[in-house]
Every structure is written in C-alpha cells, then in structure tokens.
C-alpha cells in the first residue's frame, strides 16, 4: 500500500482546514471562470489539481464534468487519444473522470461517497485500474460492509499477481478484517463512547487538561472571519470544545496552525504542535509556550533533538512525572514512516536525549498521537500497522522508559476503536486506565477529526463495618456520607450503617472516593479509599472504620503527674505516619487541653536502637510533629504544645535479652510520650 509521505493524523488535521463547506464556495467561484461549455476543460483542471493534491477543489471539477458530460465514445473525444496510460488503448476520459472521483473522496477521508464511485468503477477494465478492487473494499470496511469489504478484497488478492504494496495492504486489510469478526462476537460491550458534537461549522479534538485539573484545552478548527479555517488552542473551564472557550495563541498567519498541546505538571509550561500545509504537504513541528500573569508567551520553537531540518516532529506528550517528552515523527532512524520517539527531560524540560520505542511499539507504517499513564506504566498510541479495525486503532503496551523495555501492544478494542481513525486517547483517571478518557475519532463524519468521551461500563459494590475503636463492637445508625474527593468533595450518596454496623453501596466509574463516619458521641471518622478495577462488577471489601467515643475529663486526675510521662502513640519500624484511624489517646489528651486552657504539654518522640543517632533523631521528631500536628487539627494552639526528639536514648524495656533481639520491647520503644511541663 502507498506509504504517505506524512502522517495521517497530522494530514487529516491540515485537510480539515479546507472543510467541504468553504471548499464548495471557492470551487464554485473558481468553477465560474471556465466557460461553461467547455466540459472538457473541467477535466483538464481537475486533473491539474489532483496533481497538486488538491483533492477538494479537483472533485469539484470532476463532478461538474461528470454532471455536464455529452455521453459519446472515447474516439469522438478531441482528448481521447492524446493520452494513454498502462492497460488503456484509447483514453476513456468518463472513466478517468470517475475513478479520479473516488481517489478524491477516498484521499479526502469521505468514504461514503469514495466507495459510491469505486463501485462504478468496478465495471471498468481491471487492466486499466488493477487497484481499483483493493480500494473498493477499503472503503467498505471504512463504512462497515465488513462481509463484503473480505470477499472484495480477497477476490482482489487471489487475482492480483504483482508483489507490491497493494499486496501488503491487501493482507493487512483481511487480518483487520479477522479481527473485527472477533470484536462483535463479544456478547456485551465494555465501554460507552459519546460524540460531542459541536454546532455550526466546528470542529474539537485532541482534548486535554492541566494537572490540577482546573482548565481543559482541546484544538478547535473553526472558520475565522476573514482568515478561512483555522486550528488553534482553545482553553475552557469545561471539556468538548464548548462556545465558552477562548483562544489561547494568537497564529502568526491564517496559515499556520495550532494545537495538540501537553502541560508540566506546575502548569506553568505547555508543549503544541504548529503546523501549514501547502500542496497537500504538511510541515510540523513541536513549540513551547510559558505561563504569564498575561497569558501565554510567545511560542518558541523547540530545539534539536526535539526538531530535526528536513523532518515532522508533532504531537507531543509530557509524562506526569515530567521525566520525558512522548512526540511523533518521521526522522531518519525509524522503524517505519512515523514512529513513537521520548526525549528524556531535565528539570528545565530541557531533551537530554531521543530515543526510538523500538519495534515492539513502532510498525512499518505510522504510530502517532502518544499518552502515557502514569499509575498502570502504560504507553497509548495510534497506528495503522498494528493488526486493528481498520484506519488508525488505539493501542496499549505497558513498560519502561528508562530500559526502553516494552510488551506487545494490545488493541484497546471495540467500541473505542471503529473502522475509520481513532486517535488521540487521553485517560482522565489517574488510577484506572480505562475507567475515563477522552478520544478522537471521524467514525461519525466523512471529513473530520471529533471529539469522543470514554466511560466504562462497570460498577463496585463496596461493603465494610463501622466499630467502636475501644470494644471493637459494631455500631448501628451511624450515619455515612460518600463523596467524591476529586470533585470538591461532590456528595455521592449518603446511607446509615446496619443492626450488625454493616454497610453496603454501588458505585460506578468512582476510583476513588471518601467515607465521612458520623455518630452521636463519638468523634467523626473521614477515610479515602481506592479502587482498582476492570470492566465489569466488581465486589470491594473495605477496610473496617472506627469511631473514636468523645471523651470528657473532669479533671487532670487522669493526666500523668507534672514530670511524669505517659506514652502518646506507638509508630512500626522507621515510621512517622500515625495511620488512617482515629488515636483515643491522642483524642483525649485534646479534650483534656480544651478543658484545662492553661495547660502546657511537652510532647517527646522516641526510637529504638536500630540506626544512627542523628538518623534516629530525626526520626524521633517527625513522629513528635505527626502527634502535634495532629492536636493542632483536633484545635490545640500549637504554643500549647512543645515538642522535643529524644531519639534513642531512653528505652522502655531492653532490646536484647540474653544476647537475642525482642522484637515486642523494640514496639514500645517506637513511642511518642507527653508531660505537663507547666499548669498555672
């Protein structure tokens, strides 16, 4: 099959600039200049600008000759015979004329109407068009006649004789076709793919956001007044391209586009493509851009390695971690014609060096449009050489960066992949892959790129007990709130527990989500949990909860005398965490304090033998800062509290006995203490 010379992602951004709309007002015009008569003029202007790749404007010209055409014979045709070609004696221009129609609508992503004149041209000389049958069934697989496409295109592959590229495409469009019949076997599907249709003459993609979250940017395609259609950033506090957006980069010229950007983790940095076309040729290259109190800066282009003279660099990707730079291009040093490159960053997302994901990732054909997920160490790409649906499929392959050590891709599937292009595939789930995302896909037009959200279709059905941290007796009537943490604290759905301190509750699409604890007399409890999950249901016990009885003291008679200590905490080995459950001490000893104002505490962190002094020293004083951060939250002003690190020195009991270690004597040395150091 024909290698494009540049990537069809990027082609079909650039082709998109020349939408069918305006297109049709320009040819129209331009149409108006050729004498109206003179038919065969239209042909020979058609065929001009199917020579510059000007696909849109010469289907213009062929359907206006095919429209005004006198139906006579090849011989009476001044033209006919001026011109020959392999297998064609006399030149049939009516032939010519249909079978240039459909490689127009065919290179211009228009399947439908493609498919529509290949069928025409079916009954032509299989000499004078030998690859005719091959895009014919092409294009039947794009519009899903995937019967028909593999009877078409195994006719064409038993009848075909050469060894060429047609003959490569031809094999690689039957295994696609295989593996289709295999995706709608499957009994249900496990994923929900929503358009996000714009009104009017627009058109959104290549969606995503900042870290934080705060602001989404997708590339938009519009027609600009007085500058024809443009792409460029557009930055929105909502996602799918919505009216509200505003433009983020000012184009130096109605030629030059903008968009398919990535974010630093601060925010503070963005990476875009820029891009023209001319003559059906793109040129791209990879910008950054820094965040102002004015906007952003001007756009700087990235230096080598990043771009390289004579080559595309496009579509770039910075990791979470802000560690490396994911970017097609078609550079020398490649596996096929555009391949999946990472440039390893340095703290000034300066590229250290560019490296080729090799050729587990990278095909003889074209991968682009890269994401990584951080969480699940998992490379998503596009490509249309890895056995798929057809046209650019989304593909996955965990592995390393740093050892360039990948597993085979697997094909995300339907219905995130369709028979057309889908590219672009951005998890918006920093935990599960799949759970969330966005993609970009033409499986709804037969010009453009629009923009697709993912949901998967699964559902968690979380159970747990809520107990009395002291009896450990399961509470009944306490009273649960479920929210979202991720989303201001988004209430879900609130529930109480069982007779037996049980609970239960679904979610859906909730990786993440936070279970407020409150009863009557007892402090309240607030814990996040995660989950981790595939398609489908999916049963999650959770860890028990425990409340906290709200303690109140009379007097300091339970409080140790001034001078003495009494222990606060215990911490496991070379830990300073307190832990996700409530502390009865610790939420004591606040109640204490809020009675007795005058109080003052010192609050001493100890360790056991095990390290260096100065390391167990430190250690000793982030568990006595968790203690007084702690009694800070509960209201304690933090002058109330003194904290000292007392390290090793003053162990409980003895570490060794009779030469062995004591584990147990180790535990309880792992301390914090307190003391009244002053009570006026």
């Not at 001026?82 to 006399?90: D, E, F, H, R």
């Not at 014919?136 to 794009?142: D, M, N, S």
Request: with cysteine; glycine share 6%.
């Amino acid at each position: 099959m024909h290698h494009q010379n540049i990537s069809r992602a990027i082609v079909k951004l650039a082709l998109q600039l020349r939408n069918a709309f305006a297109v049709l007002f320009i040819c129209i015009h331009s149409i108006s200049t050729v004498a109206q008569t003179d038919q065969t003029g239209y042909f020979i202007r058609g065929e001009e600008l199917f020579k510059q790749k000007k696909y849109y404007e010469a289907l213009q010209y062929f359907e206006k000759f095919l429209t005004t055409e006198i139906k006579t014979t090849p011989r009476s045709q001044p033209f006919a015979v001026q011109k020959k070609a392999p297998g064609k004696s006399n030149l049939n221009v009516h032939n010519e004329a249909v079978y240039r129609l459909a490689e127009c609508y065919r290179l211009t992503y228009n399947y439908t109407l493609a498919e529509k004149w290949y069928s025409e041209a079916m009954t032509f000389s299989t000499k004078a068009y030998p690859a005719c049958s091959y895009w014919y069934g092409v294009c039947l697989r794009a519009n899903q006649k995937y019967d028909e496409a593999f009877k078409v295109i195994t006719a064409f592959r038993e009848s075909y004789n050469k060894t060429d590229e047609l003959v490569v495409g031809a094999d690689k469009e039957l295994e696609n076709l295989k593996f289709i019949r295999g995706q709608y076997q499957k009994e249900k599907e496990a994923f929900f793919v929503t358009r996000q249709s714009l009104p009017g003459n627009r058109s959104a993609y290549a969606q995503t956001s900042t870290a934080q979250g705060d602001n989404v940017y997708t590339t938009i395609y519009e027609d600009k007044a007085g500058e024809g259609f443009v792409a460029g950033l557009q930055e929105s506090a909502e996602s799918s391209g919505n009216e509200k957006g505003s433009r983020v980069l000012r184009e130096e010229t109605p030629d030059v586009h903008s968009g398919l950007a990535t974010f630093s983790k601060d925010g503070k940095k963005m990476f875009f493509t820029r891009w023209t076309e001319t003559y059906g040729v793109t040129r791209s290259a990879i910008y950054s851009a820094d965040k102002t109190d004015s906007g952003w800066s001007k756009p700087t282009l990235m230096p080598e390695p990043i771009n390289m003279e004579g080559s595309n660099s496009a579509q770039p990707f910075i990791t979470s971690d802000g560690k490396y730079l994911l970017f097609s291009s078609n550079r020398n040093g490649g596996v096929g014609s555009y391949d999946i490159w990472y440039a390893q960053l340095d703290i000034q997302y300066n590229a250290l060096l560019v490296t080729n994901a090799g050729n587990i990732i990278n095909s003889p054909d074209d991968e682009v449009t890269p994401s990584y997920h951080q969480t699940s160490r998992t490379l998503l790409f596009s490509s249309n050489g890895h056995t798929g649906m057809g046209g650019y499929d989304i593909f996955s392959a965990k592995g390393d960066f740093q050892l360039s050590n990948w597993d085979k891709p697997l094909n995300a599937g339907k219905p995130i992949n369709s028979s057309k292009d889908d590219l672009h595939y951005i998890s918006t789930d920093e935990d599960n892959l799949w759970n969330t995302g966005w993609l970009s896909s033409d499986r709804a037009t037969d010009c453009c790129l629009e923009l697709f959200s993912v949901r998967q279709d699964n559902a968690q059905f979380i159970s747990g007990t809520v107990t009395d941290c002291n009896t450990r007796q399961p509470l009944k009537g306490v009273t649960l709130t479920i929210k979202d943490p991720r989303k201001g604290g988004k209430e879900l759905l609130r529930q109480q527990t069982n007779f037996d301190g049980s609970y239960h509750f679904e979610l859906r699409n909730q990786s993440r989500f936070e279970v407020t604890a409150e009863m009557k007399g007892y402090q309240v409890s607030s814990e996040t949990f995660k989950v981790f999950f595939d398609a489908g249901i999916d049963s999650v016990n959770n860890n028990n909860i425990c409340l906290s009885p709200i303690v109140t003291l009379a007097s300091n008679e339970t409080m140790p005398a001034p001078g003495e200590s009494a222990t606060l905490a215990n911490f496991s080995f070379n830990q300073s965490a307190l832990g996700n459950h409530p502390s009865y001490e610790l939420d004591s000893l606040a109640n204490f304090m809020q009675q007795h104002p005058s109080v003052i505490i010192e609050v001493g962190g100890y360790t056991d033998g095990k390290g260096r002094e100065a390391y167990n020293l430190n250690l000793a004083q982030k568990r006595v800062d968790a203690c007084i951060s702690y009694l800070v939250k509960k209201g304690i002003p933090k002058d109330r509290l003194v904290g000292r690190a007392y390290g090793e020195c003053c162990p409980l009991e003895p570490e060794t006995i009779n030469g062995k270690d004591n584990p147990a004597a180790r535990q309880r040395n792992r301390r914090v203490e307190y003391k009244v150091v002053n009570d006026n």
